[in-house]
């Protein structure tokens, strides 16, 4: 079974297995690393290209559909962007 998801940042299309999923709990963003959670989740590439164009982007929250707080997102992109 494909599961094809779309990176928020660029709209490239790539097997979910090979992007960074981010879920919400209760606002939060999180990791899923699991990517078996219920909850909808974001997909965003593994690089900093992407991460660095999201934490850019003016309409955030129009990109956010599960709840997640921005400022919470943007926190957790910025953890990213360091490591
Ligand atoms: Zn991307």
């Given at each position: 079974?494909?599961?094809?998801?779309?990176?928020?940042a660029c709209?490239k299309k790539?097997?979910?297995?090979?992007?960074?999923?981010?879920?919400?709990?209760?606002?939060?963003?999180?990791?899923?690393?699991?990517?078996?959670?219920?909850?909808?989740?974001?997909?965003?590439?593994?690089?900093?290209?992407?991460?660095?164009?999201?934490?850019?982007?003016?309409?955030?929250?129009?990109?956010?559909?599960?709840?997640?707080?921005?400022?919470?997102?943007?926190?957790?992109?910025?953890?990213?962007?360091?490591?």
């Amino acid at each position: 079974m494909k599961c094809i998801r779309t990176c928020i940042a660029c709209r490239k299309k790539a097997n979910k297995y090979d992007l960074i999923r981010i879920t919400s709990d209760n606002g939060e963003a999180k990791f899923d690393v699991s990517k078996k959670e219920n909850a909808r989740g974001l997909y965003i590439c593994n690089n900093k290209e992407c991460i660095k164009k999201l934490l850019k982007m003016k309409n955030i929250n129009k990109v956010i559909k599960n709840g997640i707080k921005a400022d919470s997102l943007k926190r957790l992109l910025v953890e990213m962007e360091d490591m």
